[in-house]
């Protein structure tokens, strides 16, 4: 487990540097510097992923046991830093709708966004497609021994917690 603190440390030496930015930049600066990491991180996954031939999903537990998974990708911070990613930006949305800060466009586009009609259909299409992806799968989640471990954790934390 020595990965994943190191992976943790990482992520918060960077999270001061985010936070700062956010704060005295202009806020688009902020939000595109947030998207090209994110958008880099997951190149680079793929890139990764496709150049040793590894199947890479969200669900399944069999992608831990495809060779070469952990060590190019499971345990690689710049592979692993886009949930962190979106948890501080995620952070940062909600103080800025609780401020009702008027001064960032994105948070108020996000904000006209999700009190709009379309915004409701889009997210109960959303919350549709994610039970019928996570629940599409129940047949299979025991294994025969009925313990629960066909999925990832990600997918055990999901589906317990349904």
């Known amino acids: 487990m020595g990965w994943y603190l190191a992976n943790d440390m990482q992520f918060y030496y960077v999270a001061p540097l985010l936070i700062v930015i956010y704060f005295k930049a202009p806020k688009v600066v902020s939000w595109i510097m947030f998207l090209i990491i994110l958008i880099a991180s997951i190149i680079t996954t793929a890139s990764i992923a496709y150049e040793h031939n590894i199947t890479v999903g969200f669900l399944s537990a069999q992608n831990l046991a495809t060779p070469g998974i952990f060590e190019y990708i499971y345990t690689k911070p710049y ?15 909600m103080a800025a709708y609780r401020k009702k800060v008027q001064s960032d466009p994105i948070s108020k586009w996000v904000e006209n966004v999700l009190t709009s009609f379309w915004g409701n259909i889009v997210f109960l299409a959303g919350v549709a497609l994610w039970f019928f992806w ?13 313990d629960f471990n066909n999925f990832t954790h990600m997918g055990n934390a999901v589906f317990l917690g349904l």
Request: contains cysteine.
């Open 79 to 93: 592979c692993r830093i886009p949930p962190f990613l979106i948890a501080i930006f995620s952070a940062f949305l």
């Open 134 to 146: 996570v629940l599409g799968q129940v047949s299979g989640y025991q294994n025969d021994m009925g």
